[in-house]
């Protein structure tokens, strides 16, 4: 057995330079797993907020529903004449000045109705990012409104998952019942614009 003192020496320097190269590895994968863990909480912490705003942009468009409904029932004449409640009725994008100011001079049914729809639609503008909204006419049921509204989408995936919903939503649609013999949605051919996201709603004045 060789008990040289310099070999010992040297054999115990090579243990202590091991021992140091263990534990500096082992700092590194504990600094690794942490370096993951923090990245996952930043992950889901993005996709958290992304889910509570895309949740809160759903909220936003049920009061705007609300609201619209709310601003159609004032309006009486729209509500009960079945010709003038067609007034309400909407394309896609910001509709033109209407001539009548209705806060300062009395208006008609069908005047009222242009200056609520414009006042509603910038409203819904400036609350939902590229919020936009059509609103039209049932074709299962004749006293009801749809309204379809959208707004940009948020988040690459909800976009996704808005595009697979609503190929579902509107496909098929224009009849009461469709060619698999399943009850209309009463949507017809209108359809949620490209590269948003829609809420639908159905009012009866």
């Keep these: 057995m060789n008990t040289h003192p ?5 054999g115990f320097k090579l243990t202590r330079q091991a021992q140091r190269g263990a534990t500096m590895l082992e700092a590194l994968v504990a600094l690794m797993v942490l370096a993951l863990g923090v990245l996952g909480l930043a992950r889901l912490q993005v996709a958290t907020l992304m889910e509570a705003r895309t949740a809160n942009a759903r909220s936003v468009a049920i009061h705007a529903a609300s609201d619209l409904l709310e601003r159609m029932q004032v309006n009486r004449a729209a509500r009960l004449t079945a010709v003038a409640f067609g ?3 909407s394309p896609w994008a910001m509709p033109a000045v209407p001539a009548s100011n209705c806060l300062e001079a009395p208006c008609s049914s069908t ?7 414009w006042q509603w639609k910038q409203s819904l503008a400036q609350q939902l990012p590229g919020g936009d909204a059509t ?3 049932s074709d299962t049921d004749p006293t ?3 309204v379809l509204l959208a707004w940009s989408a948020i988040q690459a995936k909800n976009l996704a998952n808005a595009d697979s919903a609503n190929a579902l939503l509107y496909a098929a649609a224009d009849a009461l019942v469709d060619a ?3 009850p209309g949605t009463g949507v017809g ?4 614009p490209a590269q948003r996201i829609c809420h639908l709603v159905y009012i009866r004045p």
């Design 6 to 10: 310099e070999a010992m020496a040297s």
């Design 87 to 89: 007034d309400y009725v």
């Design 111 to 117: 005047q009222m109705a242009a200056y609520d729809i």
């Design 135 to 137: 609103v039209f006419r």
């Design 144 to 146: 009801q409104l749809g």
């Design 180 to 182: 698999a013999g399943n």
């Design 189 to 192: 051919t209108v359809s949620c």
